[in-house]
């Protein structure tokens, strides 16, 4: 079975073997021949069993130029994980919205098209929180991320930008995230992460530390609720959350185009993740959900 994993761009800065590695790593144990490809100038994709984005990093910087490859792979019908109508939902964090009206508990989001000082405003008001949070709806690892106390005035660089808000919740310094991973919907283990002192970013290119931990009571639950509401299954998922300031889990991300797996925390987490992947290419395109 020959499988390709989609990488950054040559010129993207960042380092990203120590991603595609482990992957490939155990999608190669598991008995697959795997090719790395970069997601902005894939060629030609037919010779492949399953195309995955698994490290599409990057995306968020050529936005039209990532929606243009999942119309073609979807015109192409190419054999796809996780399936395109999945990432293209989940490329826009908007999906945040979505996911509180269907009963999901989720971080409070407020979205604007034009960020700007009124905004901020009418945010805290509406929140009732001295702090917010504001980043922008298609991003990765906190770029453009702000956290802003009252009267701090919108950052140049995403002023007048369509942006989320969010109030902040102080559990990210105290307890950090927690990810739940899932493969073909079932568990395979849990990372809680936490921010460098003196920073609220959890990602590792900011200082923060991830371990694997218990999963959090209730935790399992919510993530499956969110990925239920979702438009179509997920071969591989990240589910983020947080605890709110009444003290319950909030989904605060869903990651299902390019998450860090954490395939190093947890015995067995690579087979688990190297069999969902190799069950999906075995299998017909999962279709998207129908509408609920």
Aim: charged share 20%.
């Amino acid at each position: 079975m020959h499988l390709c994993i989609l990488v950054p761009d040559p010129a993207y800065p960042e380092p990203f073997a120590w991603a595609f590695h482990v992957e490939a790593e155990a999608l190669r144990e598991a008995g697959a021949e795997v090719t790395a490809r970069p997601w902005t100038m894939p060629g030609d994709l037919s010779p492949f069993d399953l195309v995955l984005p698994l490290v599409a990093w990057g995306y968020h910087q050529r936005f039209a130029e990532w929606m243009a490859l999942l119309d073609r792979l979807e015109a192409d019908g190419a054999p796809v994980i996780n399936p395109v109508p999945l990432l293209r939902w989940n490329s826009d964090k908007s999906y945040l919205t979505e996911l509180a009206a269907k009963g999901v508990a989720t971080v409070p989001t407020l979205e604007v098209d034009h960020l700007n000082e009124a905004a901020l405003t009418a945010a805290h008001g509406v929140f009732g929180s001295d702090e917010l949070v504001v980043k922008p709806p298609v991003s990765a690892s906190a770029w453009g991320t702000f956290r802003l106390g009252k009267g701090e005035p919108v950052p140049e660089e995403v002023h007048g930008r369509r942006m989320l808000i969010q109030p902040w919740l102080s559990s990210v310094t105290e307890t950090g995230e927690y990810s739940l991973i899932l493969f073909d919907g079932e568990l395979s283990h849990s990372v809680a992460k936490l921010p460098k002192a003196g920073d609220f970013r959890v990602q590792p290119e900011h200082g923060g530390n991830y371990v694997a931990c218990e999963t959090p009571e209730g935790a399992l639950e919510l993530a499956l609720a969110a990925l239920a509401a979702a438009p179509a299954k997920a071969a591989y998922a990240r589910v983020d959350m947080v605890a709110g300031d009444n003290g319950e889990l909030q989904i605060i991300e869903l990651e299902l185009i390019e998450p860090a797996l954490f395939l190093d925390v947890a015995p067995d987490a690579k087979a688990r993740f190297a069999a969902a992947v190799l069950s999906a290419a075995q299998r017909p395109s999962e279709q998207p959900l129908a509408d609920r």
